[in-house]
């Protein structure tokens, strides 16, 4: 099967710079997502990585090494509105095709 | 553009009733995926329907149905409802899966499940 870690809580203080990792065991491994979703919404998308290397989108960069089977989001400049949850994901093979499977999940809260 | 809508926002049911549950993604989308949110389980994959057909499938048992139609709306159905069955269901809409479109899945609100 698959399955995805990453740290269940990360705390950060305004205008800091966090990193969430995400580590993974799946077959068929296409590529790594990253979900924002806060509390009450629906997930919003962010990132997507096929590729080994660093993307960047404004304040929210994300990497993947997929020899290591491992990735993280990093927010920069944190601000009060970043608090939220953040989901990796990874599309991988199951039998019955391929499915997007998510993390649990890091909650982030941002303190002034 | 409008964004993905599902209906009803919130439901409740009560054991063994079945429900059934709406979206309509964004225009130009014909893909669709629905998710369960629960906070043990996570966020879990049900299925994806593209062109009218189910294209895939995640680990849920067969009282989790859905279908698509012609013009992209998809709806699920859960027939014998259980205590269990109580979650946000999501839906998502893509523009082509089998590339790398299919990464980028624009979610509904979610329709919040109770069920009695």
């Known amino acids: 099967g698959q399955s995805l870690e990453q740290p269940s809580e990360v705390t950060a203080v305004e205008g800091a710079i966090v990193q969430i990792n995400c580590t993974y065991q799946t077959s068929g491994f296409y590529g790594l997502s990253w979900y924002q979703q806060h509390d009450g919404g629906a997930p919003t998308f962010l990132s997507y990585?096929?590729?080994?290397g660093l993307e960047e989108t404004g304040r929210f960069s994300s990497f993947l090494s997929r020899s290591d089977s491992y990735g993280y989001l990093l927010l920069q400049e944190l601000q009060m509105k970043d608090s939220a949850s953040y989901f990796c994901?990874?599309?991988?093979?199951?039998?019955?095709?391929?499915?997007?499977?998510f993390g649990g999940g890091t909650r982030l809260m941002v303190k002034p | 553009k409008a964004g993905v809508t599902q209906t009803p926002r919130y439901l409740i049911k009560t054991r063994g009733q079945q429900v059934t549950l709406s979206c309509s993604p964004i225009?130009?989308?014909?893909?669709v995926s629905w998710y369960q949110q629960t906070p043990g389980q996570g966020l879990q994959f049900l299925f994806e329907?593209?062109?009218?057909?189910?294209?895939n499938k995640g680990n849920f048992p067969g009282r989790f149905s859905g279908r698509q139609f012609s013009n992209s709306r998809s709806e699920m159905n859960v027939s014998t409802l259980e205590l269990g069955d109580s979650a946000l269901y999501l839906c998502a809409s893509s523009l082509d899966p089998g590339t790398t479109h299919q990464e980028t899945q624009y979610f509904g609100p979610g329709t919040r499940l109770l069920v009695l």
């Open positions: 994901a990874v599309r991988a093979i199951n039998n019955a095709g391929n499915m997007l499977t």
């Open positions: 990585n096929a590729l080994d």
């Open positions: 329907y593209f062109s009218e057909t189910q294209r």
């Open positions: 225009s130009g989308h014909r893909s």
